[in-house]
C-alpha cells in the first residue's frame, strides 16, 4: 500500500472513530442539560465563540441609523421598561426572578452595554439567541421599535443612576402591559 493510500486511510479511520466518540457521549446522557448546572469551560467557549462568529457574520451590512434623537430614546426606555428590563436589570432595579433559573444569565446591560455595537445589538435583539431565554422581537416589533431600544441602551442606560431610571420610569410610564 502507497503512503497516500496510508493517510488517506488513517483520515478515514480517525474521521470514523471521532464520529463514534461523539454519538456515544450524545447517547451516553452524561451531558447535565439542566438550567441549574452551569456549563463546563470547553462547552461555554464553544457556545460564546459559535455565537459571536454568527452575529458577527451578520451584522455587516446592518446600517444604523443616527441614535441620538431625544424622542427615540424616550421610546426605547419605555419598551426597555416592559420588555427587556426584568431580565436584563436596570439600575436600581434587580433582574426578575425568572432570571434566577436561567444558565446563562442574562447579562445586565446596564453594566455591559457599553461593549456592544449598535448593530449587534440590534440584531440580537431582533433575531434572539437560540438556547438562551432572549427571544426574537423582530416579529412582533418594528426595525424602529429596536433601533429605539438600541438607542436608549446606548445613549442613557449605560450612564443613567438608579434615581435617573426611577425618575425615568415615573416621567416615562410604559405603554406596554407588564
Known amino acids: 500500500m502507497n503512503t497516500m493510500k496510508k493517510k488517506i486511510l488513517i483520515i478515514a479511520l480517525t474521521v470514523v472513530i471521532m464520529n463514534v466518540i461523539f454519538l456515544l457521549f450524545i447517547f451516553s446522557g452524561i451531558?447535565?442539560?439542566?438550567?441549574?448546572?452551569?456549563?463546563?469551560?470547553?462547552?461555554?467557549?464553544?457556545?460564546?465563540?459559535?455565537?459571536?462568529?454568527?452575529?458577527?457574520?451578520?451584522?455587516?451590512?446592518i446600517k444604523v441609523p443616527p441614535l441620538n434623537d431625544s424622542a427615540m430614546v424616550v421610546s426605547g426606555f419605555k419598551n426597555y421598561s416592559a420588555m427587556c428590563m426584568k431580565c436584563h436589570g436596570a439600575p436600581g432595579e434587580e433582574m426578575g426572578e425568572l432570571t434566577q433559573g436561567l444558565t446563562p444569565k442574562p447579562p445586565r446591560l446596564f453594566e455591559h452595554a457599553k461593549e456592544l455595537e449598535p448593530n449587534e445589538a440590534f440584531w440580537v435583539v431582533k433575531n434572539g439567541i437560540k438556547f438562551t431565554a432572549m427571544p426574537a422581537f423582530g416579529p412582533t416589533h418594528s426595525d424602529e421599535d429596536i433601533w429605539n431600544i438600541v438607542a436608549f441602551l446606548k445613549n442613557k442606560l449605560v450612564n443613567m443612576s438608579p434615581d435617573e431610571y426611577k425618575q425615568w420610569k415615573q416621567q416615562y410610564p410604559s405603554n406596554h402591559p407588564e
Open 31 to 61: 451531558y447535565n442539560v439542566s438550567q441549574l448546572s452551569p456549563h463546563n469551560s470547553l462547552v461555554r467557549w464553544m457556545i460564546n465563540k459559535t455565537k459571536d462568529r454568527s452575529i458577527h457574520s451578520r451584522i455587516e451590512d
